[in-house]
């Protein structure tokens, strides 16, 4: 399903070379890992490392020159997406079942999109105040620091997942 993601994005996956394509899809896969954690059983437990890797999330995406708004379109990619592939298998479900697990989905992803757009604001914020408040067009971006920081969230997911079993 990621590189089905990644797919219908298209060009904008590469659009700034800032962040290479294959980050960006490990960042789209630790997004539907976490996610996926968050409809299920440990949805408590993995509530702290959703909010984490949304914030991140919108950050890289600031990273990558999105507007503000495609963050949010790239999330409604997923919701979509997640719809289309889920929907026969929902279908098979007792309606009461199904419906719960795709007002849970849906829940998950609004109050994802929502941390996604504050760390984008965030990294904005953050570019403006360490340039004087001058908007500056270097694209600097150290795509080592966020292969370290997903690896970080990679392992707070593993952590709260063996913790729990």
């Not at 997640?82 to 199904?98: F, H, K, Y």
């Not at 697990?101 to 504050?118: E, F, P, Q, T």
């Not at 360490?130 to 908007?135: A, D, L």
Request: charged residues 25%; hydrophobic residues 45%; aromatic residues 6%.
């Amino acid at each position: 399903m990621v590189s089905q993601w990644a797919d219908w994005l298209g060009d904008r996956m590469t659009a700034a070379p800032t962040i290479p394509r294959a980050t960006v899809e490990r960042e789209f896969r630790l997004v539907f890992d976490v996610m996926t954690e968050m409809v299920g059983p440990l949805r408590r437990e993995v509530n702290t490392v959703w909010y984490h890797v949304c914030e991140h999330y919108g950050r890289v995406a600031s990273a990558r020159g999105l507007a503000a708004g495609e963050v949010v379109e790239e999330l409604q990619f997923l919701r979509e997406l997640l719809i289309r592939n889920l929907a026969p298998i929902l279908v098979a479900m007792r309606a009461r079942q199904g419906m719960a697990i795709m007002l849970r989905l849906n829940r998950v992803i609004d109050k994802g999109v929502a941390v996604a757009v504050v760390g984008y604001t965030d990294a904005l914020v953050a570019t403006l105040f360490s340039q004087n408040g001058v908007p500056s067009f270097s694209a600097d971006h150290d795509v080592g620091d966020v292969e370290r920081q997903l690896d970080a969230l990679e392992q707070e997911l593993q952590g709260v997942s063996q913790q729990v079993k």
